[in-house]
């Protein structure tokens, strides 16, 4: 018997620290199609994604193995590793945002918990054991009755069989499907890192949606805990018309009766074991499972819909909602200058890299009879995936300085770096001391061109014998 | 339909009040609970393994335990380089293309692309005066090492660029211009790239 919710307790969290485990039930209303439709769509897209084939690689391959991310068709090494600076803010701006507009819509609609465990696997426990009333009966049933062993051991297999395949897709985006099939064909053991990647991810996923399911959301997740801050009486939630529906139940003598007649079918198919008619709570995923429930009812009653609905607090106490409010602006326009300045960081990324030192075990600089040289090491890095010819120069403006044998430039592999010794010379008659200069690497293509700055050493040219 | 029956009741609040604010004695959930005395109990089993008795590995040891086989696998293909097997790679026509290419793109910088070298920069390598060493090994060992002269660096240490398989093919394009058994060892002030480049 699940008790009546309280807004001081956590409804699965019980008196001695065990957990209530909630069976709920379920309306397929309007809102539940519609998110059910949304849910498929990321499923689609979530698998789909290592399958797709963008200029010779999947759309996502985050190559940990040769630390190289290949995102819809750009590539990115582990030098660009912080441009996640700006994938980690934009989604933080993107939650305050749409968190100040509409509330934990992300928690509702997108959040791979919430996707997974609404869309694929309580359809599997209603394929397995029947509605919410049939699930407690079985919850209750011990294991000796053959009919809970059959229908529990079957669901069993099938979440075990859908976390491995969910555990697989995910491993598909590290290791790509071309490098995932022989794995998955192979003995365990002639991959065994990828092999307990696998097992880890499995079981994880197995035991979240087996047992833990909305612990996390009340208790991991941080963000219901950011939504006393992020929420004010404007954002719109799910929430219930208080003014219109209470008193609730049966009319009292002198008091004439409100809309909601008390039926709790809003707190039966909560998923977080709440009741709605409590106001906003942090345990809210504002799932919309009771707007649909509230809805059906209301629908029978022939009474008119949304006495749950997507509603700010304000409108909700009979006011209108604003949407222009310092909070929303801020968010938006920090949304909006994160995005420029991610486009600007994204468009400067070269697909090419050098950097310029001097070697070990070498002296300073060399003079031969007509010329004093400098002898640098470069490393060039081809990021790209195709190849490309470089060549090297070198500009001073005070000195005139000479790259020796590298007019031909050097063809790079695609994803591929090389070193090399660059050798500067300097004619006697030419030199006046030390001085700066800058190389340049450009590209044949004309794709590349960068700068580094460096030094020239050389000795007092008053020493040196005209 | 399962009849729902009222919470059994209210949170109990503790007796005590800081700042005005109170509390109520509500539980933890016990997976929770589990995951804090469990890390407590990792964290004693780790302390003891790791500090105490030592027993568990020590990354460091684990570290230099690859170290050396690394060591050992390099030493193992080096010591395979003698004399002969040099020579007799100085003779098969692909070692000493990849030899000759690594040379281009590397080393022609100093010994200039007809291994006519450079006054001050690298030596003549296309004559039969070696001033480092007149044998393959000891050519492998300054490509690959460097060479010091003098307590003075000279001669760049190619190990971590190339590896020991490109440094013998270069070896073996170095040689293939060389005859065996012709090869002459002379002080370093009388190298000819010494004198003109």
Redesign the interface.
């Known amino acids: 018997m699940r008790p009546s919710p309280i807004r001081e307790s956590v409804t699965t969290i019980g008196q001695d620290g065990t957990r209530p485990f909630l069976q709920p039930a379920i309306t397929f209303g309007p809102w539940w199609k519609a998110r059910r439709a949304v849910a498929w769509l990321l499923i689609v897209f979530f698998a789909s994604l290592p399958w797709i084939e963008i200029e010779g690689f999947p759309a996502v391959f985050l190559d940990i193995e040769h630390r190289h991310f290949h995102l819809f068709g750009a590539m990115l090494g582990l030098s660009e590793v912080w441009l996640l600076f700006f994938v980690i803010t934009g989604w933080v701006f993107l939650i305050y945002a749409t968190t100040a507009f509409l509330g934990r819509i992300w928690c509702g609609w997108t959040c791979p918990q919430t996707v997974y465990l609404e869309h694929v696997f309580r359809v599997v426990d209603r394929l397995f054991e029947g509605d919410h009333v049939s699930r407690t009966k079985i919850d209750a049933q011990p294991w000796s009755e053959p009919s809970k062993l059959l229908r529990r051991g079957g669901r069993f297999f099938a979440y075990l069989f859908l976390c491995w395949a969910i555990a697989h897709i995910f491993l598909a985006y590290f290791i790509s499907i071309p490098g995932l099939y022989p794995m998955i064909t192979e003995a365990p053991l002639a991959h065994p890192a990828a092999f307990v990647a696998m097992a880890v991810a499995t079981g994880g996923l197995f035991f979240n949606f087996w047992w833990f399911r909305e612990q996390l959301c009340l208790i991991i997740c941080p963000y219901g805990r950011l939504q006393s801050a992020l929420i004010d009486d404007d954002s719109v939630i799910v929430g219930y018309d208080e003014k219109r529906g209470e008193p609730r139940g049966k009319a009292a003598p002198g008091i004439p009766a409100g809309d909601c007649v008390d039926c709790r079918r809003c707190v039966q198919v909560c998923p977080t074991g709440i009741d709605i008619r409590q106001g906003l709570q942090m345990e809210c995923i504002a799932c919309t499972a009771c707007i649909d429930a509230c809805d059906d009812v209301m629908t029978k009653l022939k009474r008119p819909t949304g006495l749950v609905r997507y509603a700010s607090l304000r409108e909700l106490n009979g006011g209108q909602t604003r949407i222009l409010r310092p909070r929303t602006i801020l968010y938006a326009a920090m949304l909006v200058i994160g995005l420029i300045v991610a486009t600007g960081a994204v468009l400067r990324v070269q697909p090419a890299a050098f950097k310029l030192s001097r070697p070990p075990q070498t002296e300073l600089y060399a003079l031969s009879d007509n010329s004093v040289a400098n002898v640098f090491r470069v490393k060039i890095q081809n990021k790209d995936d195709i190849p490309r010819r470089f060549f090297i120069s070198a500009q001073s403006p005070s000195t005139k300085v000479t790259v020796l044998n590298q007019s031909v430039g050097m063809v790079i592999a695609p994803l591929t770096e090389i070193t090399l010794p660059l050798t500067l010379l300097v004619d006697r008659t030419d030199y006046r001391g030390e001085f700066n200069f800058t190389v340049r690497l450009s590209s044949e293509d004309g794709q590349i061109s960068l700068l580094q700055k460096a030094h020239f050493i050389g000795p007092d040219p008053r020493t040196l014998k005209k | 339909?399962?009849?729902?029956?009222?919470?059994?009741?209210?949170?109990v609040i503790m007796p005590h009040t800081y700042d005005g604010i109170q509390e109520?004695d509500?539980?933890?959930?016990?997976?929770?609970?589990f995951t804090l005395f469990g890390s407590i109990a990792f964290a004693f089993l780790y302390w003891m393994a790791c500090f105490v008795t030592e027993t568990a590995a020590d990354d460091r040891v684990a570290l230099n335990i690859e170290l050396d086989a690394l060591e050992a696998r390099q030493l193992a293909a080096v010591k395979n380089l003698d004399d002969g097997t040099l020579w007799k790679m100085s003779r098969n026509a692909q070692t000493v293309a990849e030899g000759q290419a690594i040379y281009n793109?590397?080393c022609?910088?100093?010994h200039?692309?007809n291994l006519a070298g450079?006054?001050?920069?690298g030596f003549r390598l296309n004559d039969d005066l070696w001033v480092h060493g007149n044998t393959p090994t000891a050519i492998f060992s300054g490509i690959s090492e460097?060479i010091?002269f003098e307590g003075?660096?000279?001669?760049?240490?190619s190990q971590k660029?190339l590896g020991t398989g490109r440094i013998a093919a270069v070896t073996a394009f170095l040689l293939s211009t060389q005859k065996e058994g012709a090869m002459k060892l002379i002080p370093r002030k009388d190298e000819p790239s010494q004198q003109?480049?």
């Not at chain 2, 339909?1 to 949170?11: G, L, Y």
């Not at chain 2, 509500?26 to 609970?33: A, E, G, I, R, T």
């Not at chain 2, 003075?152 to 240490?157: E, F, I, S, V």
């Open positions: 339909m399962p009849k729902e029956t009222p919470h059994d009741a209210q949170p109520y509500q539980s933890l959930p016990n997976w929770w609970l793109s590397l022609f910088t100093c200039a692309p450079m006054k001050g920069l460097g010091a003075k660096p000279t001669g760049m240490a660029v003109s480049p």
